[in-house]
């Protein structure tokens, strides 16, 4: 099914480990995001991508860390986990900028203890 | 300040129509979005509106734009149990680069009741 996929769904991490965020889509889009959903805090940027190669901070970059080598891949690394980084993070593409919407991720769910 | 503000609740009868209002900063904002988000899912885009229009209809969804005071709505008739949902406002300047990723409101929770 075209979409984003994002993996995994679920995952609880120790204070201190490092883990990958996946994201893939398969639309050809451009344009990916990724986003952490908090309560009361809505969605808040963390980093971008305007085609492979090309990244760029959003709101909230601080302990995460991003590549873009292809089109399809768009992989959020948390390099260094603590209690903060607990939340909801989205990943989403669009194909043509602005006025056309993200298509979004299902999300994954993190806690770190 | 926030770019995109929105009242965190909304609370309405079945049937009944619903109101979600959202304000946002930025007069160069070109793209203007309403998402909607299911308990446990991502975000789905329901509509969107050019900034150069007043109004936009699509079936239950209305969206009214007033540009001067900077002042979005998303109008939903005849509310069902099914549209309770937390409800986004979106803004994109859409002319370069970055300025195409959209900024988010908090979130509008919808609760419908019987």
Partial sequence: NAGVTQTPKFQVLKTGQSMTLQCAQDMNHEYMSWYRQDPGMGLRLIHYSVGAGITDQGEVPNGYNVSRSTTEDFPLRLLSAAPSQTSVYFCASSYLPGGYGYTFGSG?????? | ???????LFLSVREGDSSVINCTYTDSSSTYLYWYKQEPGAGLQLLTYIFSNMDMKQDQRL????????????????????GDSAIYFCAESMGDSGGSYIPTFGRGTSLIVHP
């Fill in chain 1, 108 to 113: 994954t769910r993190l806690t770190v203890v």
């Fill in chain 2, 1 to 7: 300040g926030e770019d995109v503000e929105q009242s």
């Fill in chain 2, 62 to 81: 209305t969206v009214l734009l007033n540009k001067k005071d900077k002042h979005l709505s998303l109008r939903i008739a005849d509310t069902q149990t």
